[in-house]
């Protein structure tokens, strides 16, 4: 077995893709031409969305809890990498700017849809705002062979880094990745 660190400590079993999902939502919403229906539809799957919307940003939040602690050891080489090789460009942060981007526009089909007012908490733009930084900074992780090469956000707080593993295991073991959001304020 090959020493180093892996590239995910386990979330891929747990995380779906948010703009896949989504849009097939709303399809479904929208292939009905009366807006009570699609209001009932809407109805029928926000409480959905919310929980895929979540789950993602417990995603970020544990991928950026994962890089600050594996910052803390000592270099190792990063295994099952799977970006390593490939080509960076600004389309590999297509699902980061779709979930920002629904992120301002859900809101107002909570208000459209059911006629309620809806406001995210302000730590779930800072959690965007700093993944996508994490993923500019390290150009997609097509070049990231060791925990050394690893770039965090300057605004990313890593003062309790070293206690981040026994965090995410138990999150991991729990199963529900949104359950990060608990811990956003350590980052």
């Keep these: 077995m090959e020493k180093g660190l892996?590239?995910?400590p386990g979330f891929g079993p747990h995380?779906?893709?948010?703009?896949?999902?989504?849009?097939?939502?709303?399809m479904d919403i929208n292939r009905f031409k009366n807006l009570?229906?699609?209001?009932?539809?809407?109805?029928?799957?926000?409480?959905?969305?919310l929980e895929i919307f979540y789950n993602?940003?417990?995603?970020y939040i544990g991928c950026l809890m994962w890089a600050a602690y594996i910052k803390t050891q000592p270099e190792q080489p990063i295994l099952n990498n799977h970006c390593l090789g490939g080509e960076?460009?600004?389309?590999?942060?297509?699902?980061?700017?779709?979930?920002?981007?629904?992120?301002e526009l859900f809101p107002k089909d909570m208000k459209y849809f059911l006629g309620e007012t809806f406001v995210f908490d302000d730590y779930v733009s800072n959690i965007l705002k700093l993944y996508k930084e994490f993923i500019d900074i390290n150009?997609?992780?097509v070049e990231t062979k060791t925990n050394t090469d690893i770039k965090l956000p300057e605004n990313l707080k890593i003062d309790k880094a070293s206690e981040f593993k026994e965090i995410i295991d138990k999150i991991i073991k729990q199963g529900n990745l949104a359950k990060f959001i608990e811990y956003a304020e350590l980052i």
């Design 15 to 26: 995380i779906l893709a948010f703009q896949g999902s989504v849009e097939y939502i709303y």
């Design 88 to 103: 960076y460009n600004t389309e590999n942060e297509t699902e980061v700017d779709f979930i920002i981007k629904f992120s």
């Design 56 to 59: 993602n940003i417990g995603f």
């Design 139 to 141: 150009k997609g992780f």
């Design 36 to 49: 009570s229906q699609r209001k009932m539809r809407f109805r029928q799957f926000y409480k959905k969305i």
């Design 6 to 8: 892996e590239f995910d």
